[in-house]
T-cell receptor, first 116, second 115 residues
Framework: GAVVSQHPSRVICKSGTSVKIECRSL??????MFWYRQFPKQSLMLMAT?????????EQGVEKDKFLINHASLTLSTLTVTSAHPEDSSFYIC????????????FGQGTRLTVV | AQKITQTQPGMFVQEKEAVTLDCTYD???????LFWYKQPSSGEMIFLIY??????QNATEGRYSLNFQKARKSANLVISASQLGDSAMYFC????????????FGKGTMLLVSP
């Protein structure tokens, strides 16, 4: 089946630094990928839709300058948390799907970000 | 109004018993899809089962079945013969419209399976 790989799975960074999270579709081309954020014991909240070759579409309330999304190829989308602060600590997870394949969205393994 | 409602924050079931996790949805689209995902403590999202709005038969995948009642807008997940490894968070989700688009998730139900 389709596989989405997300890296890193865990990262600890100092406040004020930037962190890049990668999301790769391993065996299919994903023109659209989605980035979600999940706080402890809560549901997944969509942050943005990443479109290959164009600007990402951000959900209301998500700072586009803080959460930079780049979808440079059909198999790779990156989320960069810029000038991270402790309140950015969260679980970030990406998903992608095949337009010509099964209905389900395939999720990466997720990245647990801790900002200290 | 919430698009996906899971009213059970937590559920307990004994091993080998069946359990039903509730999910109701709200949409005005005629074409939509309903999904169930399992999220263990590791955080990964594991796809379990899918039901399309035009599917006349309830979806089944091994021990998982989806009780789809379109008129009531409910899509309950039934897990038969629970196993200890089924203990996890379960999310119901919906995709509206045709094509590939984002999923809207419910708040989830924590299932604990006891020996």
């Amino acid at each position: 089946g389709a596989v989405v790989s997300q890296h890193p799975s865990r990262v600890i960074c100092k406040s004020g630094t930037s962190v890049k999270i990668e999301c790769r579709s391993l065996d299919f081309q994903a023109t659209t990928m989605f980035w979600y954020r999940q706080f402890p014991k809560q549901s997944l909240m969509l942050m943005a839709t990443s479109n290959e070759g164009s600007k990402a579409t951000y959900e209301q309330g998500v700072e586009k300058d803080k959460f930079l999304i780049n979808h440079a190829s059909l198999t790779l989308s990156t989320l960069t948390v810029t000038s991270a602060h402790p309140e950015d600590s969260s679980f970030y997870i990406c998903s992608a799907g095949r337009a010509d394949g099964p209905a389900e969205a395939f999720f990466g393994q997720g990245t647990r970000l801790t900002v200290v | 109004a919430q698009k996906i409602t899971q009213t059970q924050p937590g559920m307990f079931v004994q091993e080998k018993e069946a359990v039903t996790l509730d999910c109701t949805y709200d949409t005005s689209d005629q074409s939509y899809g309903l999904f169930w995902y399992k999220q263990p403590s590791s955080g990964e999202m594991i796809f379990l089962i899918y039901q399309g709005s035009y599917d006349e038969q309830n979806a089944t995948e091994g021990r998982y079945s989806l009780n789809f009642q379109k008129a009531r807008k409910s899509a309950n997940l039934v897990i038969s013969a629970s196993q200890l490894g089924d203990s996890a968070m379960y999310f119901c989700a919906m995709r509206e419209g045709r094509g590939y688009s984002t999923l809207t998730f419910g708040k989830g139900t924590m299932l604990l399976v006891s020996p």
